[in-house]
């Protein structure tokens, strides 16, 4: 299962992004699908997950009430929407996915290659 991410960018504190990670597979059968980021020299850090069916989500507390993680099953792609954004979110923002368990208890099997977001103060 090959993941591509999309939609980083240069943006505005304030400022608004969306994220896509499509799956290559439309028989992907994936439990979950997600997204962690990424600053130079910081551990790779997790920010939100989806469950595919269920549309359960959750996130890191630093991005409550500001993204929202959502997945189109006719797409095979989910998404990061960010609002609010600000100088410290900046990082390169990776998805991943997981056939079996939430992405985000553990390390997940699968990732997309990592897309820039930048914020600006």
């Known amino acids: 299962v090959q993941l591509q991410a999309s939609g980083g960018g240069l943006v505005q504190a304030g400022g608004s992004l969306r994220l896509s990670c499509a799956a290559s597979e439309r028989t992907f059968g994936s439990y979950s699908m997600g997204w962690f980021r990424q600053t130079p020299g910081k551990e790779r850090e997790f920010v939100a997950a989806?469950?595919?069916?269920?549309?359960?989500?959750y996130y890191v507390d630093s991005v409550k009430g500001r993204f929202t993680v959502s997945r189109d099953h006719a797409k095979n792609t989910a998404y990061l929407q960010m609002h609010s954004l600000k100088p410290e979110d900046t990082a390169v923002y990776y998805c991943?996915?997981?056939?079996?368990?939430?992405?985000?208890?553990?390390?997940?099997?699968?990732w997309g290659q990592g897309t820039q977001v930048t914020v600006s103060s």
């Open positions: 989806i469950n595919w069916n269920s549309g359960y989500a």
């Open positions: 991943a996915a997981d056939t079996n368990r939430m992405v985000g208890t553990t390390t997940p099997p699968y």
